[in-house]
């Protein structure tokens, strides 16, 4: 989990702004991002990214699956 809410609030808006499914690049995001990221799509507080049935973990591999961790 994110502890630094300001890393928490970047990640949100990253969300919001359509990460990772309108997203792409060439290097995965560094793992504190990445982690924060994950809280955020798994807090789901609009209950419009996969409404609100995911675990963590679920959601870790789904975004695993869009943008693996590493270089792509």
Do not use: F
Request: glycine share 8%.
């Amino acid at each position: 989990m994110a502890d630094n809410p300001d890393l928490a609030e970047a990640a949100a808006w990253l969300v919001r702004s359509g990460y990772p499914h309108d997203w792409s690049g060439r290097e995965a995001p560094p793992d504190a991002l990445r982690e924060a990221i994950i809280d955020a799509v798994h807090a789901d507080p609009d209950r419009t990214l996969h409404g609100g049935e995911l675990t963590r973990d679920e959601v870790a591999y789904w975004i695993g699956q869009e943008i693996p961790e590493g270089a792509r």
